[in-house]
């Protein structure tokens, strides 16, 4: 260290500090600032069919299988949807996600599993729901138990709003990884047009520090 100069007190500086060389000490990511409800994406093609996760969601959603639309590029954006379920009664289908958590989450606080959802061409006479299951991998062919504390929630709109589940934090920390399954489920009579439930976006929200 050559030359160096020593304030014994305060600076403020009123505009913008130019650093030539390195920082010293280095800072430590538990010394930032705590940034509340980041936003991290879930890619939709990361949804694979529950009860065989080597295989990608079908092109057309079948049996008990959501289904990944592609839509037309520069046209329409990917989604999850149902097939028709117009008149089918109690119907329930499925998909499977690993979510893994940042590196800058920071251990124990919030996070939060989103979807953008709702219904498509017309809602069920009856019920549409929305239902998460998360589980924390042990790596070692075991899991914890289910994480998500929110019950079922109502998709039954032709607006699709942000659903929200929240994911028991306690245990948590950076590089975990979750098992998610999401559970659509429409309960249809009597519809005589298209009844089908959409999912736009999916995402993890939580607190992370850098």
């Known amino acids: 260290m ?56 079908p092109g057309t959603s079948a049996t008990d299988d959501l289904g990944l639309i592609g839509g037309t590029f520069a046209t329409a954006s990917p989604t999850i949807q149902t097939y028709d379920l117009k008149a089918a009664g109690a119907s329930t289908l499925y998909a499977r996600v690993e979510v893994p958590l940042p590196v800058e989450y920071v251990a124990g606080e919030t996070l939060i599993l989103r979807f953008h959802a709702g219904m498509k061409t017309t809602v069920a006479d009856n019920t549409a729901t929305l239902d998460v299951q998360a589980y924390e991998s042990d790596e070692e062919e075991g899991i914890s138990a ?38 659509v489920a429409i309960n249809d009579a009597a519809s005589g047009t298209a009844v089908k439930g959409i999912i736009g976006s999916a995402a993890r929200l939580c607190d992370i520090k850098g």
């Open 146 to 183: 289910d994480l998500c504390t929110t019950a079922a929630q109502d998709i039954n709109s032709l607006t699709l709003a942000d659903i929200d589940f929240t994911i028991t934090p306690t245990a948590l920390a950076p590089g975990d990884m979750l098992d998610v399954r999401i559970a």
């Open 2 to 57: 050559a030359n160096p100069t020593i304030f014994p007190g305060d600076i403020v500086v009123a505009g913008v500090v130019y650093a030539r060389g390195g920082i010293q000490p280095t800072i430590d990511r538990s010394s930032l600032t705590q940034e509340s409800l980041a936003v991290y994406k879930i890619p939709l093609t990361s949804f694979r069919v529950w009860d065989a996760l080597q295989t990608n969601l």
